[in-house]
Nanobody, 122 residues
């Protein structure tokens, strides 16, 4: 079981930037695809960015062009660089893994880390 810990969230003004980190223990993250998810108040958890073990990336339309997912295999960590933040990006952000590709349906996962809260003020 991959243990995941998210960090890097905070309060930022609209237009600002944050970098989130997803650190793994218990397994080698480079062997997995990793997804960043977010859950806004009153909404379902959604996949916003994904990176395969080979480095291929995909983004939800809502964040395309503003967010960048990357991985540092030496540090066993995946990052989410978030630029041009908007109030609608306010959410708790989580990461999760799969050997092939992160599940679009968050309910497929039994385990989640604690998440990191991002608040974007207008």
């Amino acid at each position: 079981q991959v243990q995941l810990v998210e960090s890097g969230g905070g309060l930022v003004q609209a237009g600002g930037s944050l970098r989130l980190s997803c650190a793994a223990s218990g397994s080698i993250l480079r062997s997995y695809a990793v997804g960043w998810y977010r859950q806004a108040p009153g909404k379902q958890r959604e996949l916003v960015a994904a990176i395969t073990s080979g480095g291929t990336t995909n983004y939800a339309d809502a964040v395309k062009g503003r967010f960048t997912i990357s991985r540092d295999n030496a540090k066993n960590t995946v990052y989410l660089q978030m630029n041009s933040l908007k109030p609608e990006d306010t959410a708790v952000y989580y990461c999760n893994t799969d050997p092939q590709y992160p599940y679009a349906d968050y309910e497929q996962y039994d385990y989640w880390g604690p998440g990191t809260r991002v608040t974007v003020s207008s």
